[in-house]
């Protein structure tokens, strides 16, 4: 019986198959849209909108804590309308704990995700560049910082306004309110958002990013509280240490914005004028971001 005769092995090195792919005949929507596209799934993804009800539970929370007292203030203010409630300085200097727990919620969920699970080049292959990565990012994370501040603020604003006898002409008297509503809300948002946002982007672990960020604001508020105490008799020079404290800093906003007849307690605010405070958390903003874009530069 003779043996098969062995044949060549099939010179083929792959098969291509037709999975019946569709090819993308729409509109290009541009870079812009790109970046509007990331900065909504980083909301969404924050907020824990793709994940299960316990990545909801935080945020909900949160912006129940928020938006308590402006229903309570509101309710007041219709049964007794000569009630002395709080004031809107009073409300920004209120929810500022919980601005800060906020933040330090969402910003590692935006950012030390994408680095553990090495989606970056994925990001920067096409069409969105690192800087616009930042940017959504930072769009991001105001959007929401916004949401849990001036939204209840404004609501409360346009509540107050309501009760009034003449609604109409109480928002026209009222409309520098609504402005200065509008600055403190926006100021703080990217404050806190972009401070939160540069101490993510070092890490891919989630965990550690909330530790660090908790810590350090603690460390900034001590630190402040110390040197300040250390420096009382140096002027101007206790002034600038209160800088490095972000409740100091964004009180003395506000205290600037609505000022009290009797003036802050000493050592409680930041003594600088008001366009001064606004600069100096502008210049931080700007120093994280431009921390950030380095970071990401020619990296990941």
Known sequence: MSLPVPTAPDARYGEVYDRGYGHYEGTRRGR????WALARWSMARALGLKKGWGSKVIPILLYVGALLPVVAVIGITAFVPAADVFGYADYFGGIFLLEGIFVATIAPEMMSP???????????????????????????????TLSISLLPATILWLGRQLLADAPLDAMRDNLGDLGRIAVAGGLIALYLGAIGLLISSFTGRKGVAVGVIVLGFLISEALSGALTFALAEQGTLTDWVALLSPTRTSAGLVEGLWPTIEGPEFGTFVS????????????????CCAVMFGRYAGRD
Request: hydrophobic content about 60%.
């Open 32 to 35: 812009l849209q790109g970046v």
């Open 114 to 144: 994408d680095r553990r699970e090495g989606v970056l080049p994925l990001y920067f292959s096409r069409p969105i560049s690192r800087p616009d990565y930042v940017v959504a990012k930072l769009v991001a994370a105001a959007i929401l």
């Open 272 to 287: 600088f004028p008001l366009w001064a405070i606004g600069a100096a958390m502008v210049a931080v903003v700007a120093v």
